[in-house]
């Protein structure tokens, strides 16, 4: 069974006060959700509405949020990363070695990385190992 999180609440805890981290968080969340709803077809229908405005939230998140813009060159190669081993998992999750379809279950969720390094620039290197230590969960697809 998934392990529901408070996403509220941990990103309170991630970003330590910190608003714009707080903000880029939590677009930063429902863009990936959305990415991945999106491929598997499996979450409520969207109005366009609702699409578009995530996707216009994203792209001002992006250009212009003061966390994201002052940290940019540490979280773009961390969000480029998760976005490309989510994109390699569901290629992965077909394959016909078990391993590999193992690993497909942890390549999916290499954007939480993002998080856990804002916890780091929130709130240094202990800040962060307590976060990962009480917040790194996967969500496993398979039953194997």
Not at 93 to 99: E, V
Not at 113 to 132: K, N, P, S
Request: net charge negative; glycine share 4%; hydrophobic share 45%.
């Amino acid at each position: 069974m998934p392990v529901l999180l408070d996403f509220n609440k941990v990103f309170q805890e991630v970003c330590a006060g910190n608003r714009d981290a707080l903000a880029f968080c939590h677009v930063f969340l429902h863009w990936v959700h959305f990415i991945d709803d999106v491929i598997d077809n499996d979450a409520p229908p969207r109005t366009q509405e609702s699409i578009v405005r995530l996707q216009l939230e994203a792209a001002l998140t992006f250009a212009f949020n003061p966390f994201f813009q002052a940290n940019k060159a540490s979280l773009s190669p961390l969000v480029l990363q998760g976005v490309k081993a989510y994109a390699d998992s569901i290629a992965w999750a077909l394959r016909p070695d078990g391993r590999d379809r193992k690993a497909a279950e942890v390549l999916k969720s290499q954007y939480q990385e993002v998080f856990w390094h804002v916890a780091f620039l929130c709130g240094g290197y202990e800040h962060m190992d307590r976060i990962t230590k009480a917040y790194r969960t996967y969500d496993y697809d398979s039953a194997e």
